[in-house]
């Protein structure tokens, strides 16, 4: 089924198929990467797989009592080892990005 076809916008069929590929459907979509720390803070430059180039500007993170916060840019979520958040439901908590500092 098309993705206009519920809207008020008219559908062009040869549009929709062009597009269609590129509707992501929310099931599809990944949960931010979680990584396990030992010091309250931390920095995070967006790389990993990629180069550190590619990445977004590298900030600065502090762990509060939360046990847990999140980079701003790209989600990715700081865990410290033995902190209160320090859970398997740690994925399903709200999102902390206090603490960024360039």
Known sequence: ???LAN?????????CDIMRPLL????MIQPPE????????????GS???????????VFLEIDEHGYVD?????RRFVLIGGVADTPDVVTKP???SGASL
């Open 1 to 3: 089924m098309c993705a």
């Open 7 to 15: 809207s008020r916008a008219r559908c062009d069929r040869a549009y």
């Open 24 to 27: 992501i459907p929310y099931v």
């Open 34 to 45: 979680i990584i396990r720390v030992s010091k309250p803070r931390v920095s995070c430059d």
């Open 48 to 58: 990993g797989d990629i180069p550190a180039a590619l990445g977004h500007p590298r």
């Open 71 to 75: 980079c701003g840019y790209c989600d």
């Open 95 to 97: 999102d902390i990005a």
